[in-house]
């Protein structure tokens, strides 16, 4: 395989990385007016992910960082090309950041309810934006000869990626319900079982819009039967929020997502940022580092990225343990 | 102002913003580290409560480094998206090497660490925090490879056909002789920023008298540590000024804003008047300290800035070579002097406190408490000189900065996102500061007694 590729792989897998992983704590945010009545239900909440949203998050800025080292060309484009919808994921990421660490940090109501809407709408932007993001990467947006792109914000606020947006909002909402069910017991399981299972239904409906559309208007064979696993795997995780087996439900939506993101980039395949002008496309080839970059980096990656997912591993391990209401120091 | 203004001031505000809360960060890890150590080596109550008092502050600046390090990540393609293209080849692999070896590191760890109390054994809890000290300085390793490339590029060539730069030797890159200064000169100024957070802290608790026990070893640990690492940082800076004169001789030439060629030259500790080489209204000079300063003789020649300027035209093409001299002049002075102040303070601090003294003269508080500020205005200094130094190049001798700009992002757009970051930071920078004060003042907190009921409350929650 031609390392343009492994690299292009390697790329679709820390995107799926993050989606899985960041995609519930998006979710988590999302949900909290919704499912935490009062200060300490929403402690509860923010606590699932307490030990490990910091570490999901890295697989953004890993992400970023490869997709520099390996298709300099993809990142400058995409980057500059997409420079208002990043600037306010930055913020909301920004935003969301601190305020975990900072919402606990006094003792009054009113401090924390602002920190608390700030969670939310810092997980709500990004969980929208990287849905349009990715929505305007495969429909191709329009780049000039030099790879320039010149089709300025509201280009991108088109009907398909603001479906993109919508479908990852709803995607990462439902994660972020059967991930609250799983790590939680009692009263908050119980409640976030329940509205998965709500949100599960329109998660199918705009999902498989987006992907079915995705499929018509940009066919791809493997593509298509990728995004049909991924709709299997959805339908699975509806049934399995109706079984309550929240387990299974959380293996379910993450297989979704991986599966969605991967279908994405397997229809982007070739390209990496495609043109409405296919002579000005970026590929895998005229937008990737020398092989002698892409060798050193598939070295650097072969040897550390197994030890990542290890300790990240590990880490859900030691806090594998249900919170329960109790637990949350008063 | 255009675009190319607005991304280069949004990349000074960000980036010495950044740089505020990392050398705390990388410093502070590494003493935390080290009283966790001594109170599990030990069993000394008074190590377990500087611990978590120094750690709730460490977290608290923790956080604010790693929001605004997303920024830094992201605002090369951004903002600088041909300056992108043409150093992605080279510039790329430390990057994406610190995020997987660097950043994973720090965030998992330094999750285990905040929540781990009562869910890990005691030595493998410690060990947690000692692969977030680790992590930070693999970060910086990485990151000062990356920006000593700029200053000194090497393993690379230029591809011919595109005009961009290749990697063709990542050890060249890794061990280039810019970064094995730098990265020693960075690493001792974050000791001594660390330091100094502990020096003055405790200083304020001890004025009065509040929790001796933890607030006076950590006062002498701190001054220590500012001490010690404030003598690497003097050492190191003398190499790197000696190799910053054979790299970019410009920069020294700005830094003491010498226009002609001098044997010996000398420094001068300030001048009054313009630094345009036309007058000078009064100077404070000390003979040979610049020759000495940038060859390690005291007699050797330093180039000036005019005749460099000369050179530059010959070998570059036409074009202002000259850096911003008062900017350079200025910065340069500053760093050495706010470095300088804090380690007097540190001397001081052991003075007066040695054998369980506690001083009365409020002056001497007053100076310890404001050491905190100390290194951190010298490490802005010390980055504002470096880059503002190596103008009008981004990658020095190869790439300039009005080339580097993004071509497809508007004034409006640079300037929203120039204008929103920046009050963001505004505002983040009041509220971190708020809490920061808020829980220094609260001083350690109590141990509770260790209980092994399954359910009971979290050690620590958010």
Not at chain 2, 400 to 414: F, I, L, M, N, R
Request: aromatic share 14%; net charge neutral; proline share 5%.
């Amino acid at each position: 395989m031609e390392l343009t590729t492994v690299w292009f792989a390697l790329i679709t897998l820390l995107w799926a990385g993050y989606f899985l992983l960041e995609g519930f704590d998006f979710g988590v945010g999302v949900l909290l007016p919704v499912l935490g009545r009062d200060n300490r239900e929403r402690r509860l909440i923010i606590n699932t992910i307490g030990p490990v949203w910091d570490g999901n998050e890295v697989w953004l800025v890993v992400a970023g960082g490869a997709t520099f080292a390996a298709f300099p060309e993809w990142y400058a484009t995409l980057f500059s090309g997409f420079f208002l919808p990043l600037l306010f994921i930055l913020i909301a990421l920004i935003i969301r950041g601190v305020s975990f660490e900072y919402r606990g940090k006094r003792d009054d109501e009113r401090w924390r309810r602002r920190w608390d809407w700030c969670i939310f709408g810092g997980s709500l932007v990004p969980a929208v934006l990287w849905g349009v993001a990715f929505g305007n990467i495969v429909r191709g947006v329009p780049l000039d000869a030099g790879h320039e792109y010149i089709g300025g914000f509201f280009n991108l606020l088109n009907p398909y990626a603001l479906l993109g947006g919508l479908t990852t909002l709803v995607l990462f909402a439902l994660h972020g319900a059967v991930f609250i069910a799983l790590k939680t017991d009692g009263e908050m399981r119980e409640r976030a079982g329940k509205l998965a299972a709500t949100l599960s239904v329109p998660a199918i409906v705009i999902a498989a819009g987006f992907l079915l559309w995705t499929g018509v208007a940009h066919f791809d064979a493997i593509g298509v039967i990728i995004f049909v696993v991924a709709a299997l795997a959805l339908i699975g995780a509806a049934a399995a929020t109706r079984l309550r087996r929240e387990g299974w439900a959380f293996l379910a939506t993450a297989l979704t997502l991986v599966l969605a993101v991967a279908g994405l980039f397997v229809t982007l395949f070739p390209n990496v940022m495609p043109a409405l002008d296919p002579a000005n496309s970026l590929t895998v080839d005229n937008a990737s580092s020398t092989p002698y970059t892409l060798k050193v980096m598939t070295w650097v990656a072969v040897a550390f990225t197994p030890l990542v997912v290890a300790y990240q591993g590990w880490t859900y391990w030691v806090f594998r343990k249900r919170l329960t209401i109790d637990r949350i120091p008063a | 102002m255009d675009a190319l203004d607005l991304a280069r001031w949004q990349f000074g505000v960000t980036t010495v913003y950044h740089f505020l809360f990392v050398p705390i960060t990388i410093g502070m890890s590494f003493l935390v580290a080290g009283l966790q150590t001594a109170w599990v080596r030990t069993g000394k109550e008074h190590y377990l409560r500087a611990t978590k008092f120094w750690g709730k502050l460490f977290l608290i600046n923790f956080a604010i480094g790693v929001v605004t390090g997303l920024v830094q990540e992201f605002q090369f393609g951004m903002n600088w998206s041909d300056y992108s293209r043409f150093v992605g080849d080279v510039f790329g692999a430390p990057l994406a090497i610190e995020g997987l070896l660097a950043f994973f590191l720090e965030s998992t760890f330094l999750g285990l660490w905040i929540f781990g109390w009562d869910r890990l054994p005691k030595k493998l809890h410690l060990m947690t925090i000692w692969m977030v000290a680790i992590g930070t300085l693999l970060s910086a390793y990485f990151i000062l490879a990356a920006n000593s490339w700029m200053q000194h590029p090497v393993g690379y060539q230029i591809n011919p056909d595109t005009g961009r730069a290749e990697l063709t030797s990542v050890w060249a890159l890794l061990t280039n002789s810019t970064t094995l200064v730098t990265f020693p000169h960075t690493i001792t100024a974050c000791f001594v920023t660390g330091g100094a957070v502990l020096m003055a802290i405790s200083a304020w608790h001890l004025k009065r008298r509040n929790q001796e026990d933890v607030f006076r070893p950590s006062l002498k640990l701190g001054a220590w540590v500012v001490l010690i690492a404030g003598v690497g940082v003097l050492i190191t800076g003398d190499q790197q000024a000696r190799i910053m004169t054979e790299q970019q001789p410009m920069k020294m030439a700005a830094a003491e804003a010498l226009y002609q060629d001098a044997q010996p030259a000398s420094f001068s500790i300030f001048t009054i008047g313009s630094l345009s080489g036309d007058e000078e209204l009064y100077s404070v000079r000390i003979p040979n300290v610049l020759s000495f300063l940038a060859t390690g003789n005291f007699d050797g020649p330093v180039e000036g800035i005019d005749n460099l300027q000369n050179e530059y035209v010959e070998k570059y093409g036409p074009g202002d070579y000259k850096p911003s001299i008062p900017i350079t002049y200025w910065s340069f002075r500053f760093m050495i002097g706010f470095g300088g102040l804090a380690m007097l303070v540190a001397l001081a601090a052991l003075w007066f406190t040695r054998g369980g003294r506690t001083p009365k003269n409020r002056w001497l508080w007053v100076a310890a408490i404001s050491s905190i500020g100390m290194p951190l205005a010298a490490n802005s200094f010390g980055w504002i000189f470096t880059e503002m130094g190596r103008q009008p190049w981004t990658v020095f001798g190869l790439f300039k900065t009005s080339e580097s700009v993004s071509p497809s992002v508007s004034t409006g757009e640079a300037a929203t996102s120039l204008i929103l970051l920046t009050l963001l930071y505004g505002v983040l920078a009041v509220i971190e500061v708020g809490i920061f004060v808020r829980y220094a003042r609260q001083g350690a907190p109590e141990i509770p007694p260790e209980t092994d009921d399954a359910d009971k409350p979290l050690a620590f929650a958010y």
